[in-house]
């Protein structure tokens, strides 16, 4: 069973920053690609980065290119999103997912972040 734990989420401003992390309980992860995804209310899941396991392959979703960043460290088992000049259209809940293969995930159980205007 893998476990995925998400942290750092909270209420920011608008224009401020946020790292969200994520950490995987199982070694294996480190050779699976991972994920942040994020759920506003009344909208559907949409995936905000990934990145490769290796580290080098990344791509972003176009409404955060250039203001988020997708890290890993396989070697702690532990992913990373920074997030830098939040708007009010970023508040939602964020996901932390281990790619299994295709559409198929391991899902922490999320982390909020609410970017005042």
Known sequence: QVQVTESGGGLVETGGSLRLSCKVSRRTA?????????????????????????GDMINYADSVKGRFTISRDRARDT????????????????YCAVQIRGDAYYWGQGTQVTVSS
């Open 30 to 54: 480190s050779n699976n690609a991972m994920a942040w995804f994020r759920q506003a209310p009344g909208k559907e899941r949409e995936r905000v980065a990934y990145i490769g396991y290796r």
């Open 79 to 94: 992913l990373f999103l920074q997030m830098d000049n939040l708007r009010p259209d970023d508040t939602a809940v964020y």
